[in-house]
């Protein structure tokens, strides 16, 4: 009996002790495996959110800054557009934001300047592009919609721009700063960053056009057609978060979406699912092999082996229920017989082994996370509503400028921060988020330690529990301190466009798409159609009888939708009066107070249209006269031609008789003159010669004088020296001597300048005789004097030369031209060297200058007749024609050295006869 109990009773134990087994393993595996699966894609879905939430912020950030650079760039843009490449090419720190070019196009869709410098861009129209369409139409920066550049690589880019505006608000050049999506910048680097493996990050528009994709053959391309990701479609009608889908090349993903701010993009992330739940899938591939292991061998061994197995059972549950108090290498179980006691160690320690690899996977994440925020900008916190603990991320340190470590963590220190007159607004959101259980979203400041405030955009959102009980808060915080410095000039903007909207000239009117009803209008309407704003304003335009048929405007919205926009149609509209006036009629379709609205532009040329009739008519007469006089002009140009030429030669013998004429005119009252100067100087050195003597005598006279007063009475003598002194006699009697030396002194320069002027004015003498050439220069320098010594001082090396057989005043008329020149080609002070020397058969005279110099390229033309480099009045141009026939005629040669910036020397040979 008992032999028959004691087999079932250890059957029953073993089974009842191995199901027991199985049932807890599989359920602690089930109950780990499905917390670990739900917080693990929870924090997934959360952490790629987050991610794709920062990388947007940031691009909307990089975008909103390079916008401002641009706009700065336009306002201190200069208004000298010829010298806009020169100022392009200058502005290199703009080119590290715009990497591909920076870009100057007028108007018209002329480009006038490009940096990097690309010639062939300056050849095409830009007038059709859709940003520069949108600029000129709107008067406001823009951010373009991706597409490929006319450039030789035919990269696609995107464009920003920023218009160049003169007083009157109205549209100079368009600045165009243009970004490579091709390249690694804030755009490119995009398709670098992945995601684990097989995740990657792709940004697209509202068009489905793929901006940027790591598969860069998908660039520009819409190659995701709906319904190929139903998230991806969700985004594009305002879908924010993250979820699971198909995307459309067929795989699971884990897909995150953002849309941008700034413009109509939006950022997006992809994970597969094999790899954002892998660590879930490994899990649960282990756990159910090892449940599976762990019951057949705990039948087996329960069986036969139940006590044996009892103690190492019971060490494993010791160290199970020690596990927590363990670190490092003591959390595993060491068993060295391969028992199921064995068999479980060894799952627990893979089991560890794998949350390991889970938590550092997890740490890698959270540092991503980290280094994410810190580049965004972006900080994240989280209340424990509980405890009412708050923890920071590092970004947040760095955002409130606290040390790290150095935050309490308790609500009193985290509204502490937040300045007195935001810090109710804020308790009242978190206040209506607890209570509504839902998120908030709002901005306000932070004063940081060193006094200054920072403006942050802060959201929020709650966590409740099962029971709907609030758990805790997770929220993010952003400095847009920037940002609203860039909305506040915005506005200001927006001010300036108000005033040019009222003050435009052209008639602006803003009317509702759908029924034409008036929503605002400029003060030019009334002047073009007679209606006032308080009669106009909610009325629609066929109410107030402007189209001539409701036929007319539904022809216009129809074109309008199948071109986008208007651009100077002509139309016929009514005025008040009845009136019908042709117009030039430009719109587009805008958004106005949440509306579908119409921007129309109406330009009244009605007198214009008839002043081009009128002239019709005249047009054909020009035309038939225009024929004639081109025959009769073309038998004209040939007999100009020939008189041209010989008026040429007629002209320069013409201007050379003129200039002889007029030296020897000058000459002769040169002459008249020093003859009429020698007559008066002559008595007037001779009476200065007889004043001396006759001060001599007076000077003795007074001498003995006062030799014969000294035996005088006392008192005479002593009233006599008072007086003289008081006359000053002994000081006029000293200084006279002196001034009549200087006086003859001065007669004797006027001699010989007379003497000089004399020689020199005898241009008309046709004789030649030997004559010194030195004395020639001399009395040249003599002449000239008066226009040298204020600008340069002469230096003299006149060596020792014989006499030559010449005409010295025709010389002398030479070497005046080139003094003159050397006087006026020196700017301030300077120096002119004046020397001769015998060179064999010849003499040659230098005459050099410091002045400014000769460029080369005109060099070859100085002795044309009236070429000159002066200012018109100063200069005819014959003077060193003359000089050089003057030189010709004595059988002698002129020429010239220059250097701009070094001066110039003239050299004269003239041979020795």
């Keep these: 009996?008992?032999?028959?109990?004691?087999?079932?009773?250890?059957?029953?134990?073993?089974?009842?002790?191995?199901?027991?087994?199985?049932?807890?393993?599989?359920?602690?595996?089930?109950?780990?495996?499905?917390?670990?699966?739900?917080?693990?894609?929870?924090?997934?879905?959360?952490?790629?959110?987050?991610?794709?939430?920062?990388?947007?912020?940031?691009?909307?950030?990089?975008?909103?800054?390079?916008?401002?650079?641009?706009?700065?760039?336009?306002?201190?843009?200069?208004?000298?557009?010829?010298?806009?490449?020169?100022?392009?090419?200058?502005?290199?720190?703009?080119?590290?934001?715009?990497?591909?070019?920076?870009?100057?196009?007028?108007?018209?869709?002329?480009?006038?300047?490009?940096?990097?410098?690309?010639?062939?861009?300056?050849?095409?129209?830009?007038?059709?592009?859709?940003?520069?369409?949108?600029?000129?139409?709107?008067?406001?920066?823009?951010?373009?919609?991706?597409?490929?550049?006319?450039?030789?690589?035919?990269?696609?880019?995107?464009?920003?721009?920023?218009?160049?505006?003169?007083?009157?608000?109205?549209?100079?050049?368009?600045?165009?700063?243009?970004?490579?999506?091709?390249?690694?910048?804030?755009?490119?680097?995009?398709?670098?960053?992945?995601?684990?493996?097989?995740?990657?990050?792709?940004?697209?528009?509202?068009?489905?056009?793929?901006?940027?994709?790591?598969?860069?053959?998908?660039?520009?391309?819409?190659?995701?057609?709906?319904?190929?990701?139903?998230?991806?479609?969700?985004?594009?009608?305002?879908?924010?978060?993250?979820?699971?889908?198909?995307?459309?090349?067929?795989?699971?993903?884990?897909?995150?979406?953002?849309?941008?701010?700034?413009?109509?993009?939006?950022?997006?992330?992809?994970?597969?699912?094999?790899?954002?739940?892998?660590?879930?899938?490994?899990?649960?591939?282990?756990?159910?092999?090892?449940?599976?292991?762990?019951?057949?061998?705990?039948?087996?061994?329960?069986?036969?082996?139940?006590?044996?197995?009892?103690?190492?059972?019971?060490?494993?549950?010791?160290?199970?229920?020690?596990?927590?108090?363990?670190?490092?290498?003591?959390?595993?179980?060491?068993?060295?017989?391969?028992?199921?006691?064995?068999?479980?160690?060894?799952?627990?320690?893979?089991?560890?082994?794998?949350?390991?690899?889970?938590?550092?996977?997890?740490?890698?994440?959270?540092?991503?996370?980290?280094?994410?925020?810190?580049?965004?900008?972006?900080?994240?916190?989280?209340?424990?509503?509980?405890?009412?603990?708050?923890?920071?991320?590092?970004?947040?340190?760095?955002?409130?400028?606290?040390?790290?470590?150095?935050?309490?963590?308790?609500?009193?220190?985290?509204?502490?921060?937040?300045?007195?007159?935001?810090?109710?607004?804020?308790?009242?959101?978190?206040?209506?988020?607890?209570?509504?259980?839902?998120?908030?979203?709002?901005?306000h400041n932070f004063v940081r330690p060193d006094g200054t405030e920072r403006t942050v955009h802060a959201e929020a959102e709650v966590f409740f529990d099962g029971a709907g009980t609030p758990v805790r808060i997770f929220g993010t915080v952003k400095d847009i301190t920037e940002r609203k410095k860039v909305e506040e000039a915005l506005r200001a903007s927006e001010r300036k466009f108000a005033v040019a909207f009222k003050a435009s000239p052209d008639s602006i009117i803003i009317s509702r798409l759908e029924d034409g009803r008036v929503l605002e209008l400029n003060d030019s309407t009334a002047t073009i159609f007679g209606y006032g704003r308080e009669e106009a304003i909610g009325r629609t335009s066929m109410e107030l009888g402007i189209w001539l048929t409701p036929e007319d405007r539904a022809a216009m919205v129809e074109a309008l939708q199948q071109q986008g926009m208007l651009r100077n149609r002509e139309l016929k509209l009514r005025t008040k009066s009845g009136d019908i006036r042709t117009i030039l009629f430009s719109a587009r379709e805008i958004e106005h107070a949440g509306e579908r609205s119409l921007l129309a532009v109406i330009r009244d040329v009605t007198d214009l249209k008839q002043a081009e009739e009128s002239l019709g008519d005249s047009r054909q007469e020009l035309a038939a006269k225009h024929a004639q006089l081109q025959a009769l002009y073309a038998e004209m140009e040939e007999k100009s031609r020939e008189l041209e030429k010989a008026y040429a030669e007629l002209k320069a013998t013409h201007a050379q008789m003129l200039q002889r004429e007029k030296m020897a005119s000058i000459g002769q009252l040169a002459a008249g003159v020093a003859h009429e100067i020698n007559n008066p100087i002559g008595f007037i050195s001779s009476n200065l010669g007889t004043l001396r003597r006759y001060l001599g005598r007076l000077v003795d006279y007074i001498g003995f004088q006062g030799e014969r007063l000294a035996a005088a009475s006392p008192e005479v003598v002593a009233e006599l020296a008072q007086k003289r002194q008081a006359l000053k006699l002994d000081y006029i009697l000293g200084d006279t001597g002196k001034l009549i030396d200087e006086s003859l002194e001065g007669t004797e320069r006027v001699r010989k300048i007379v003497a000089d002027l004399k020689s020199f004015s005898r241009v008309d003498d046709t004789e030649t005789r030997l004559a010194d050439i030195n004395e020639c220069l001399e009395s040249t320098l003599n002449i000239a004097w008066n226009e040298i010594k204020y600008k340069a001082t002469v230096t003299k090396e006149l060596g020792e030369i014989p006499a030559v057989r010449c005409n010295p005043q025709q010389l002398n008329q030479v070497f005046l031209n080139l003094l003159v020149n050397a006087a006026h080609a020196i700017e301030g002070q300077g120096e002119i060297g004046v020397g001769t020397c015998h060179e064999g058969e010849w003499i040659a005279i230098r005459v050099s200058d410091t002045g400014c110099g000769i460029p080369e390229e005109i060099r070859g033309r100085i002795f044309e007749p009236f070429f000159t480099t002066k200012e018109v009045g100063i200069g005819t141009g014959l003077g060193l024609s003359i000089s050089y026939d003057i030189v010709r005629k004595h059988g002698g040669e002129i020429s010239v050295e220059s250097e701009p910036g070094n001066g110039t020397t003239f050299t004269v040979r003239i041979p020795v006869t």
């Design 1 to 443: 009996m008992r032999g028959r109990v004691v087999p079932a009773m250890k059957t029953r134990i073993s089974v009842a002790v191995s199901v027991l087994i199985v049932a807890i393993i599989a359920a602690l595996s089930f109950l780990a495996l499905s917390f670990f699966r739900q917080e693990i894609r929870r924090n997934a879905s959360n952490q790629q959110f987050i991610l794709v939430s920062a990388l947007a912020t940031e691009l909307d950030d990089k975008l909103a800054t390079a916008q401002g650079e641009l706009v700065a760039l336009a306002a201190s843009f200069p208004r000298d557009f010829s010298r806009a490449q020169e100022y392009l090419d200058s502005r290199v720190d703009v080119r590290l934001i715009f990497d591909n070019c920076v870009a100057l196009i007028f108007p018209s869709g002329r480009m006038t300047a490009i940096t990097p410098f690309e010639p062939d861009m300056l050849r095409n129209d830009y007038s059709g592009r859709e940003y520069f369409r949108r600029t000129m139409e709107s008067g406001q920066p823009y951010i373009s919609k991706p597409f490929i550049t006319f450039q030789k690589r035919g990269m696609p880019i995107i464009n920003l721009t920023a218009p160049l505006l003169d007083k009157r608000g109205r549209i100079e050049a368009i600045l165009v700063g243009s970004i490579d999506l091709t390249r690694h910048n804030f755009l490119g680097k995009l398709a670098h960053l992945r995601l684990g493996k097989g995740g990657y990050v792709y940004l697209y528009d509202s068009g489905r056009t793929m901006i940027m994709h790591p598969d860069a053959g998908r660039i520009m391309k819409k190659d995701v057609p709906p319904g190929a990701n139903s998230l991806f479609d969700r985004a594009l009608q305002g879908f924010e978060g993250s979820g699971e889908t198909v995307n459309s090349r067929g795989v699971a993903v884990l897909a995150s979406f953002k849309r941008l701010k700034t413009t109509d993009w939006i950022m997006a992330a992809s994970t597969p699912l094999s790899e954002a739940y892998g660590s879930v899938n490994k899990a649960k591939a282990f756990l159910g092999t090892a449940l599976a292991v762990s019951a057949l061998l705990s039948v087996a061994l329960v069986w036969g082996l139940m006590s044996f197995l009892t103690v190492p059972l019971a060490n494993f549950t010791r160290h199970v229920q020690e596990f927590s108090r363990k670190k490092g290498g003591a959390r595993f179980f060491h068993r060295d017989r391969q028992d199921e006691i064995g068999i479980l160690a060894a799952a627990f320690n893979r089991m560890i082994e794998a949350l390991d690899r889970e938590n550092e996977a997890l740490a890698r994440s959270e540092a991503m996370l980290s280094e994410s925020q810190r580049l965004a900008h972006v900080g994240n916190w989280e209340l424990d509503i509980a405890t009412g603990t708050i923890t920071w991320s590092d970004e947040m340190y760095r955002l409130t400028g606290l040390a790290p470590g150095t935050f309490s963590g308790t609500r009193e220190g985290f509204f502490g921060l937040v300045t007195p007159h935001d810090r109710e607004a804020v308790e009242n959101a978190v206040a209506a988020a607890l209570r509504n259980e839902s998120k908030f979203n709002l901005e």
